[in-house]
């Protein structure tokens, strides 16, 4: 008795043991168009630039077989092991991970893999028979099994290449696990690390960095907007030598703890964007696609300078690697509104520079700190009031092992506003970018005494990121916080080297 599948006639007596594996294993999903079509209305009122556009999602009818363009390595067997402290830390980070789906998938896929090795076996008995003196009839039987098999094999290994894409796909949406002493909750169960200096105390009416800058002429938001778009702007005067001034003591500054200085691309493949845990074309994305490629505008540098190691094997004695790194950065800011966000504090487009670690993954808690103090140490040279938070699980991306906030005092918007973070990834960006080192032989024969490792064995970095300068809300920190009474703004010494000895901002007219 033989029956039919997906063209390959299969022989009970043969297959019986695997009747349950040949049945469908995935239901076809929708498939994902990307439209780069631009809304007219968006177009028209320049709220986006007009060669962007965010990816448009819409169902499909018919599948079209298309690879999974890159695998994360991840570590299904621990997730499976910890299933309880991976869910919980799922819930508490307000994930729309799908825990149980990825175990039931990683279970199917195991379950076929060990079908398809089976059968390779039976493949393999059947050409072995084949080499030997056989009459001609037992030699056509043999044939046609043989030809049975190789049939059904394919047949499996397809659905194992769709089975391993789909769990690779749901897999890559579970978060980091978080560092134990990171509180639970939202963005306001936060934990206060620090706080340094006070607020200022004014003896005159304060004013917001937006009326200060047109006073001086130091911005000009309305010819952005008829050029760009809301949200963009234009630096003038003083404004530009204070942004290069800026930058140049921000990189200045890291290069003496270490750091070698790097510019990014700017245009970066999507795939890249994906690998260091963002999502180019998801729903209320930051980042912006461009039309008709697979690529994107950097939303930080971050993403750039984790790409340079990409699918590498570093020694031990490389180890660490602490870069930073000057880009201008591109974020949608989608569904950001409202006076908070107005003037400088919330944009398209601005100038940023940000450090990035690559080390041992028994260092990382230890540059985490050293990276919150870099910050912290920066922003105290400059005389502002600050206070570092250590963000709860619900305001922690997914990358995100641990993450400090700092955020200082603007009088003029008259609230705190975030400046900085400081994250420590772990191994999540290393694990979907293939980036290993190969532990020294002196490391190697402790840690074996452990039983942590054994010669050879390469293991991924940890990765971490933190911001030296934004620019914009640099900008509006120094303006609000040093203003003066007859509407002078006073640069803070450390950045007078780097503006040519500029002390002060004055109206043009004085």
Wanted: charged share 25%; proline share 5%.
């Amino acid at each position: 008795m033989a029956f039919s599948y997906r063209g390959a006639t299969l022989r009970t007596l043969k297959f019986s043991s695997c009747s349950s594996i040949l049945r469908p294993l995935l239901s076809p999903p929708s498939k994902t168009l990307t439209l780069h079509s631009l809304d007219h209305h968006m177009a028209k009122t320049h709220k986006f630039p007009p060669f962007l556009t965010r990816a448009v999602s819409v169902p499909a009818e018919k599948e079209t077989a298309k690879p999974y363009q890159w695998k994360a390595t991840i570590d299904f067997k621990w997730i499976r092991d910890n299933k309880d402290a991976v869910g919980s830390n799922i819930k508490s980070r307000n994930s729309v991970a799908d825990l149980d789906l990825v175990l039931d998938l990683y279970e199917r896929s195991l379950d076929l893999q060990k079908e398809v090795q089976r059968l390779r076996g039976e493949r393999n008995v059947v050409a072995n028979k084949m080499k030997g003196k056989l009459q001609p009839l037992e030699r056509q039987e043999l044939i046609e099994e043989g030809k049975i098999l190789k049939e059904g094999l394919l047949t499996l290994e397809e659905d194992l290449l769709k089975l391993t894409e789909k769990l690779q796909k749901e897999a890559q949406c579970i978060p980091n696990m978080a560092h134990p002493e990171v509180p639970v909750g939202g963005e306001d169960c936060s934990g206060l690390r620090k706080t340094v200096g006070s607020p200022r105390q004014f003896d005159f009416p304060v004013k917001d960095h937006v009326q200060l800058g047109k006073e001086l002429d130091l911005f000009d938001f309305d010819a952005a907007s008829e050029v760009s778009g809301s949200k963009f702007y234009y630096l003038k005067n003083e404004a530009v030598m204070l942004e290069m001034g800026l930058t140049n003591w921000a990189i200045a500054e890291t290069m003496k703890r270490g750091f070698t200085p790097l510019t990014t691309p700017e245009i970066v493949r999507s795939s890249l964007v994906e690998k260091c845990g963002f999502q180019p074309r998801g729903s209320n994305t930051q980042v912006y696609s461009i039309q008709d490629s697979d690529q994107c505008l950097i939303g930080t540098a971050e993403i750039p300078v984790g790409g340079i190691h990409m699918d590498s094997i570093l020694a031990d004695s490389q180890l660490p690697l602490k870069y930073v790194a000057y880009s201008h950065c591109f974020r949608t800011e989608a569904g950001a509104a409202g006076s908070a966000t107005r003037g400088l504090y919330r944009v398209h487009q601005f100038t940023k520079v940000e450090m990035f670690i690559l080390c041992r993954p028994e260092d990382s808690d230890s540059f985490h700190q050293e990276l919150i103090e870099i910050e912290e140490d920066l922003f105290s040279s400059l005389g502002l009031h600050f206070k570092t938070l250590d963000m709860a699980t619900g305001d922690l991306g997914a990358p995100a092992y641990r993450k400090f906030d700092v955020e200082a005092w603007m009088p003029g918007l008259g609230r705190y506003g975030e400046i900085s973070s400081a994250s420590n990834c772990t191994d999540y960006q290393s694990r979907r970018l293939g980036i290993r080192f190969r532990p020294s032989t002196e490391q190697t024969s402790s840690n074996s005494k452990k039983g942590k490792a054994n010669a050879g064995t390469t293991q991924f970095v940890h990765t971490l990121n933190a911001t030296a300068c934004a620019v914009p809300r640099m900008i509006v920190c120094l303006l609000e916080n040093f203003q003066q009474a007859d509407g002078s703004i006073v640069i803070p010494e450390p950045l007078r080297p780097f503006m040519g000895g500029l002390d002060q901002i004055r109206h043009k007219g004085q």
